[in-house]
């Protein structure tokens, strides 16, 4: 049977995610071991890329992109979350300045987008007053 990367990546991920540091490297090096046993070893660098993004699916944690039209506190960037209906510690944070927005904000999860933009507003005016 054939795996693909991102599957080797979750099974190494749940092999090692409860061990001390010595027998996570052990197991790492029983795992490339038996890569190579099966002449699988150049899948390794794919492996190790698709790594993040498994514990990330493995742990539960969502990326949100939380966009504004000038830097936001920490403060808001934490309410922007709850808006979302995500916890802290459920989350990986990323922010970005986007001068093009005008004012507001624009959270994005998984599967959520909350936008209350100046920009956004602007254009529900324009589509609501075209069709008017």
């Not at 493995?58 to 709850?82: C, F, P, Q, Y």
Request: hydrophobic share 40%.
């Amino acid at each position: 049977m054939i795996y693909s990367s991102s599957e080797y990546a979750e099974a190494l991920y749940l092999s090692i995610r409860e061990k001390s540091d010595e027998e996570a490297g052990k197991a790492v090096g029983e795992f490339v071991e038996s890569m190579k046993g099966r002449g699988l070893l150049a899948l390794l660098p794919e492996i190790l890329k698709a790594m993040p993004a498994a514990v990330k699916r493995m742990e539960g944690t969502e990326d949100v992109l939380v966009e504004t039209a000038h830097e936001i506190s920490d403060d808001i960037r934490n309410e922007a979350i709850k808006v979302i209906g995500k916890k802290e510690d459920e989350v990986e944070i990323s922010t970005r300045v986007n001068p093009d927005l005008l004012g507001g904000i624009k959270v994005r999860g998984k599967d959520t987008l909350y936008d209350a933009t100046l920009k956004n507003k602007l254009g529900r005016m324009r589509d609501a007053f075209v069709k008017s």
